[in-house]
C-alpha cells in the first residue's frame, strides 16, 4: 500500500466507525424522547462526503504526502475528538434533539457555535491538499458550503424550539 492509501483507508475506516457510533447514539437519544430534526438534507450531506472520499480514492491513491498538509489534518482530528468527546452520547451525524436537556456550552461550544463543522469543512479542504488535489479541495469545499449552510439553518432552527421549550 502506498502513503496515500494507508491514509485514506484510515479516513475511510474512521468514517464508517463514525456512522456507527452515530447510529448508535441516535438509537439511545431517540429511546429517550429525542426526535429527529430537518432529515431531508442528510441524503444530500452523505452524498458529497461520500462522493468526496470517492474521488480522493480515484485520484489520490498514488500521490505523494504533503508533509505540512497532513499535520494540519492532524490537528482538525484532535479538534474533531474534542468536538466529539464534549458531546459524548449526544453527538450524531444526524440534528437530534433532546427536549428539554440544555444545550452543550463547554469544550470547544465555548467558543464556537458549531465548531463541528468548523473542523468538517476543513477536513474537506486540508485532505485533497495532502495529495497534491487542490481541484478537489476546491469543488467539495464549494459542495460542502452549501450542505453546511442548509444544516446550520436547520440546526438553529431546533435549537430555537429547544431553547423555547426549555423558558416556557
Given at each position: 500500500?502506498?502513503?496515500?492509501?494507508?491514509?485514506?483507508?484510515?479516513?475511510?475506516?474512521?468514517?464508517?466507525?463514525?456512522?456507527?457510533?452515530?447510529?448508535?447514539?441516535t438509537e439511545r437519544l431517540k429511546a429517550r424522547g429525542a426526535i429527529e430534526v430537518a432529515p431531508g438534507h442528510y441524503p444530500l450531506m452523505v452524498a458529497v462526503h461520500a462522493s468526496w472520499l470517492a474521488a480522493l480514492w480515484g485520484f489520490g491513491h498514488d500521490k505523494p504526502i504533503m508533509p505540512a498538509a497532513i499535520a494540519a489534518?492532524?490537528?482538525?482530528?484532535a479538534l474533531r475528538a474534542w468536538v466529539m468527546a464534549?458531546?459524548?452520547?449526544?453527538?450524531?451525524?444526524?440534528?437530534?434533539?433532546?427536549?428539554n436537556a440544555p444545550l452543550v456550552?463547554?469544550?470547544?461550544?465555548?467558543?464556537?457555535?458549531h465548531p463541528n463543522y468548523g473542523v468538517v469543512c476543513g477536513e474537506i479542504t486540508v485532505l485533497p491538499l495532502v495529495l497534491h488535489l487542490p481541484e478537489i479541495a476546491v469543488l467539495f469545499t464549494a459542495l460542502n458550503a452549501v450542505v453546511i449552510f442548509i444544516r446550520i439553518?436547520?440546526?438553529?432552527?431546533?435549537?430555537?424550539?429547544?431553547r423555547k421549550q426549555r423558558h416556557e
Open positions: 500500500m502506498s502513503p496515500a492509501e494507508v491514509i485514506l483507508a484510515l479516513v475511510t475506516a474512521q468514517r464508517g466507525a463514525e456512522l456507527i457510533l452515530s447510529r448508535h447514539n489534518y492532524l490537528v482538525l482530528q464534549t458531546l459524548g452520547p449526544r453527538w450524531t451525524t444526524r440534528i437530534i434533539v433532546l427536549p456550552t463547554d469544550g470547544p461550544y465555548r467558543y464556537f457555535r439553518r436547520a440546526e438553529d432552527r431546533a435549537l430555537q424550539v429547544s
